[in-house]
């Protein structure tokens, strides 16, 4: 059973332009939602997270906002750039059990 | 660098045979986890291990097993090898299991049964 849904699975975004990225979680003990970045050839790369005591967390470009009653969450990447292009998890994973669950990931590409 | 060693980085074998991947956690993390990717199946969860304890098990088949050392490195053996187990072999770590401890990836070792 697939606990954290993620869509799209690919995107293609211009220089400048805001990248969204969605996902649905179905366990509602689930209370920590990061997103990774995963470049070819590389593991995956921890970008932010987000607890579900807040609606909303931002670190540069990058933004997660948060629905706790709809359990849905999202990535939002302003100003995308060339180097953003990578393939982007977001995952979940409850208290005292640090195994993340993963969504099924989202081709991102940013054309110049 | 996320400071996860794993070896091999490529590995090509036959149907039916055994490998065994290694991995070194980062300097001071406790926690160690195994995850499948695959182009079909995404990011799967397979194990983790906890100061050589196993603390939780996700959709790892009864063909592959897990274990971590004293000295906190762990081996994933893969045994009775189909082709379909061809993939990308992630080891993670993190600190202590409880808080706000980010897990760390390696870059993998690919898999490649043939």
């Known amino acids: 059973q697939q606990q954290v849904k993620q869509s799209p699975q690919s995107l293609i975004v211009q220089k400048g332009g805001i990248s969204i990225i969605n996902c649905a979680y179905e366990?509602?003990?689930?209370?920590?939602f990061p997103w990774y970045q995963q470049f070819p050839g590389k593991g995956p790369a921890l970008l932010i997270a987000i607890r579900p005591d807040v609606s909303e967390k931002k670190e540069g470009r990058f933004t997660i906002s948060f629905n706790k009653s709809a359990k849905q969450f999202s990535l939002h990447i302003m100003d995308s750039q060339p180097g953003d292009s990578a393939t982007y998890f977001c995952a979940a994973s409850k208290t005292g059990r640090r195994a993340l669950t993963f969504g099924s990931g989202t081709r991102l590409q940013v054309q110049p | 660098d996320s400071g996860v060693t794993q070896t091999p980085k490529h590995l090509i074998t036959a149907t039916g045979q055994r490998v065994t991947l290694r991995c070194s956690p980062r300097?001071?993390?406790?926690?160690v986890y195994w995850y499948q990717q695959s182009l079909d199946q995404g990011l799967q969860f397979l194990i983790q291990y906890y100061n050589g304890e196993e603390r939780a098990k996700g959709n790892i088949l009864e063909r592959f097993s897990a274990q971590q050392f004293p000295d906190l490195h762990s081996e994933l053996n893969l045994s009775s090898l189909e082709l379909g187990d061809s993939a990308l072999y992630f080891c993670a770590s993190s600190a202590s299991s409880g808080g706000r401890n980010t897990i760390y990836f390696g870059e993998g070792s690919w898999l490649t049964v043939v």
């Open positions: 366990n509602t003990a689930f209370d920590y």
């Open positions: 300097s001071g993390d406790l926690s």
